[in-house]
């Protein structure tokens, strides 16, 4: 699977931004799915998961309410829409597939695959 993640940029606080996960391989409906961003200095850090039915969401705490996330199995593509930006969301995103946890998860780790990663920078 490869998976190439757009939609990164430069937006000021209070704004938005959607986030695309296009990837290749005709199961992507089998694969559960995560959003991971990694802030300067810091470790990455996990952000959003869906199911690969995409009836089942996950957030981290700091993003609920703000982001969400999305998919659609007949355009191999998942999305994390983002709104109410802060300048502490600033941090390079990247999206993630896990062949054998379908369910989608928290734990970077489980995930095989990985997306190049795209920029987000919120400006205060």
């Known amino acids: 699977v490869q998976l190439q993640a757009s939609g990164g940029g430069l937006v000021q606080a209070g704004g938005s931004l959607r986030l695309s996960c296009a990837a290749s391989g005709r199961t992507f409906s089998l694969y559960g799915m995560g959003w991971f961003r990694q802030a300067p200095g810091k470790e990455r850090e996990f952000v959003a998961t869906i199911s690969g039915s995409g009836g089942s969401t996950y957030y981290e705490d700091s993003v609920k309410g703000r982001f969400t996330i999305s998919r659609d199995n007949a355009k191999n593509t998942v999305y994390l829409q983002m709104n109410s930006l802060k300048p502490e969301d600033t941090a390079v995103y990247y999206c993630?597939?896990?062949?054998?946890?379908?369910?989608?998860?928290?734990?970077?780790?489980?995930?095989?695959?990985w997306g190049q990663g795209t920029l987000v920078t919120v400006s205060s």
């Open positions: 993630a597939a896990a062949n054998r946890y379908s369910g989608g998860s928290a734990s970077e780790r489980l995930y095989e695959y």
